[in-house]
């Protein structure tokens, strides 16, 4: 990062001459004053300027006892933060994004209670009281949502529905500083009322946006711009009222200025008169407190975010959700308004230099003494400065989300954003995100339901069992492979993809098809309304008689599948594909007329060796007798023979971790086994065991030599059926490849 102009007066500081036995604490505390006297003054002014916004719809009364809570807020959240973030150098206060909220919800219920003829009294002490309420609520929620370790959960937001809260809060954020400019709220009179601004209002405004935004084509990134910015601001607004001849009693009639401030309006929860408290009117705003929670969650994992990569640090968000969260619940004891991390300010102080806590703690102090000494002072601060803060933050939020996003958003993503922005407007914060989130879902279902459920489609054709047949049984199965069509499906299930599903088979069954095969391995889950879809395509197979299996169904899809069948005949399940594929080829061999050849060991042979050479491999390999679980070969040993299975039936397994073992290959009657070994004279790549009892025929290596020497023709027959065996197992490997790719 690029050392800044005012880090250099922080070192020049630092290298200064102190008297002898000058502390060296006391020393590097100085050094970070500079960084604390402009993060100070950057956060009494937004201070100020969030204060006016929250609570200027009251009038003075109502402004005279909420201004002070934005300073118990960003003295306490600042200090706390300070304390306890995995971030040494944090700046914490209140914050833009639900400044907007609470705006919204102050002035209803402020304008509520008047339409009800209240109590001025009994208005603030209820506007005071929800404050205190909704900050305790979030303090409450976040700190368990830290602690539950669930604050990656706010990361399943739809990216639209935030880019459009947050451009509803830059909209926010200016009908905020259009109210502390005009006095007045957006209405059919906007234009007028602007039209109506005084000068010596609008240019110091100006100033503040442009040092925050920049003008086009430069944006202004040196630290002391804004600071440096707010004080020209002040300086042209007093300048014009002198040249305009407005005296400071005449600007605070105007509305230019605050009313004389102090600390007699500050009240506590606890302070409060809890009778005059409407309690109906604050439980009627719940879907604010709760907007708030989702907020403040929101910007704090954003904040956390964006200061983690620009400082190139390791966040832990969880952690960030309990100490602003135990923050909040302290400030809203205190009565105080939500807080959390400070983007801009927090990297402000890290351009400083600062990487510890000091600067942050000194900010406080200097905060803490401004509001308790010198509060008075606060009303001599211009409002249109502090309307131009809010001007800057609300136009940065519009530039982004608005303008910039429609080049590097979709069409339908930008869109969202417009209409939760233009609904914000129209009818409330809460409406339009409630609104953008509900079309996002839809949204993300219509595109989801367009993304493919079938993982794999494949015919008895291209996929075949882990069972190895004679290679006249498998060019059998091949011919009526076509008979079984199936399917692989994946990802989570719900109306609109199982009918793809539905379809699917329903196209497949213009063809003469006698098996359909449905593969659940992939599926993480099932929605409830699926039931109807099952149901259709059991019935799509009985009309064209059709045989229905279901592979793979794991128990937490299990229920949506036995309430289609609720009513029918149990249909045919298998605990994975390979067995179901291994039963159909069963059922197809057994129809067979040539099923007699399957098993015959012999009758397989005649087609490659006559009757002489067949005699001659024969004497030479040795006949034996294997019980179920005999253990023809094991994983690492030398390949020296291979195995002719006559009756009887053999598996290749590999061993998992944890004992567990599975399937490769299985080998039935009239099948070789252990030739790849021996040919390759490697190591065993797998064990091999026989399944039940087993009739063979071993060729050992020493025999294969001596029939190569005594019997060559009969030697070349057996090597060409090897090489025949091989290439019909690469070439349904292949098959099986590619169906998956």
Known sequence: MRTSGLEDVAKATQGEERPPGFPARVQ???????????????????????????????GSALLL??????????CVVMLMQACSSTLPFVVAGADSN???????????????????????????????????????LVGLLLTLLGSARRGNLVQFVPFPVLGGFLAGSGYLLWTGAFGILTGHAVDADFFSALSHLHWVTVVPALIVAVAMLGVPGRKFDHPAVLPLGLCVAALVFYAGMVLS??????????????QSLSLSGFHTPATLSWNLIDWDVLFSHYSEFLTLVAVMTLTILLNATGIGLATRRDVDFNHELRSVGVANVVTGVLGGVVGCHSLSRTLLNYQFGTRNRTASILATFICLVCALFFLPLISYLPKPVLAGLLIGLGAGLLNE???????????????????????????????????????????????YSRVSCVKMEFTGVALHSKLERPMEASAQLKEAGERLFGMCLQGFLFFGSANQMVNRVRQQLQRPRDFIIIDFRYVQGLDASTSQSFSKLCQVCDQHQTMLILTGVSDKIRLPIERAMAGRAALQEFADLDAALEWVENRVLAA????HADGDLQVSLKEYFDERELKSLFARMEKVELDAGTLLF?????????????????????????????????????????EMALYSGQKRTADVVTDRHTRAYRLSMARLRQLEREDPSAALQLH??????????????????RLTY
């Open 28 to 58: 590097g505390v100085l050094r970070h004053l500079p960084a604390a006297l402009v993060i100070a003054l950057i956060s009494i002014s937004y201070s100020v300027s969030y204060g006016a916004m929250i609570f200027g719809s009251g």
């Open 65 to 74: 006892a909420g201004l002070p809570l934005l300073f118990v807020t960003t």
């Open 245 to 258: 001849g407005v005296s400071v009693e005449e600007a605070r009639s105007a509305g230019w200025m605050f």
């Open 634 to 674: 094991s994983k690492g040993e030398i390949g020296d023979c291979m195995y002719f299975i006559e009756d009887g039936q053999v598996s290749i397994s590999l061993s998992l971790n944890g004992g567990k073992k599975v399937r490769l290959r299985t080998f039935a009657n009239a099948t070789i086994v252990g």
């Open 720 to 737: 060409n059926y090897v090489v025949r065996v091989l290439a019909s197992r690469l070439a349904a490997t292949n098959e099986a490849y």
């Open 98 to 136: 639900s400044t907007g909220i609470l705006a919204l919800m102050v002035s209803s219920i402020w304008a509520g209670m008047g339409e009800a003829h209240a109590d001025p009294q009994a208005a603030i002490a209820t506007v005071l009281m929800g404050v205190a309420l909704s900050t305790v």
């Open 592 to 595: 067979s007329a040539a099923e």
């Open 401 to 447: 989300w608005v303008l910039k996003a429609r080049h590097r958003l979709a069409r339908g993503d930008y869109s969202l954003i417009v209409l939760i922005l233009a609904v914000i407007a129209w009818h409330g914060f809460v409406a339009g995100v409630a609104l953008g989130s509900v079309v996002a879902c839809v949204l993300f279902v219509v595109d």
